[in-house]
């Protein structure tokens, strides 16, 4: 009698999982001389063509996997990055407005892109201490993390046993990775690329963390440098 064989198996999420794909939306019109237009003071600007073709390829990547629900956020990028998803499989979008980016108080509009690129002395702190509330005005860190959950919670209660593509952001990504990885520094996961997907799965109530900003659907290696890109930016 042969003996027995326990090959390797990939996991398998068993019945009654929730199979939650966070994308972050695809890149955003560079900040210049005008301020974004706030929507609830918050910036909101849309996509850049760069970001219109990353919403193209994380359609293709996510179309065949039986998604059942798609979710965005209150700001528009989101909107344009799901679009593609959304017309290929006629699902209507439902906006879960505690997932929106947090807010950046006097750097809203797009100036924190200009304040990390010109080394001001409050991006440095803020990257040191990684707390977003760091920056006049931001939305302080424990009210964001608590808002942020909340949406996580409401969007898994809604559809228990799914598979749900969730249009975010990337300080909202980083968040909530942070938390479900249950005590990790504040930015230890706030590197989210455009257009990423992170796969969480919640099993009873237990999660796991399949996926953290995978991006094998775009173009490009393992973070291979970029001459033409000068700079990190980890969210808005």
């Keep these: 009698m042969a003996e027995p064989k326990y090959p390797q198996r990939r996991f398998v999420a068993p019945p009654g999982s929730t199979n939650v794909f966070l994308v972050r939306h695809g890149a955003s019109m560079p900040y210049g001389d005008e301020p974004f237009p706030l929507l609830d003071g918050t910036g909101d600007p849309p996509l850049a063509p760069e970001g219109v073709e990353q919403a193209e390829r994380a359609a293709l990547r996510l179309v065949e996997e039986d998604i059942e629900a798609i979710y965005v956020t209150t700001l528009q990028r989101t909107h344009q990055t799901a679009a593609p998803l959304v017309a290929r499989l006629g699902l209507d979008p439902i906006v879960e407005p505690d997932l929106r980016e947090v807010n950046l108080g006097e750097w809203e509009g797009g100036a924190m892109r200009r304040h990390v690129a010109e080394g001001h002395p ?70 989210a ?39 990190w930016i980890p969210a808005p």
């Design 122 to 191: 409050l991006a440095i702190r803020l990257f040191a201490e990684e707390r977003w509330d760091v920056i006049p005005g931001a939305e302080p860190q424990e009210i964001f993390a608590t808002r942020v959950r909340r949406g996580l919670d409401r969007v898994v209660a809604e559809s228990p046993g799914r598979r749900i593509a969730v249009f975010t952001h990337g300080g909202v990504i980083g968040e909530v990775v942070r938390q479900l990885a249950e005590g990790g520094r504040g930015f230890a996961f706030a590197t």
């Design 193 to 231: 690329d455009n257009g990423s997907i992170t796969h969480l799965v919640q099993i009873g109530d237990r999660w796991l963390i399949r996926r953290f900003n995978d991006t094998s659907h775009h173009p490009g290696g393992l973070d291979r440098p970029d001459p033409a890109d000068d700079g």
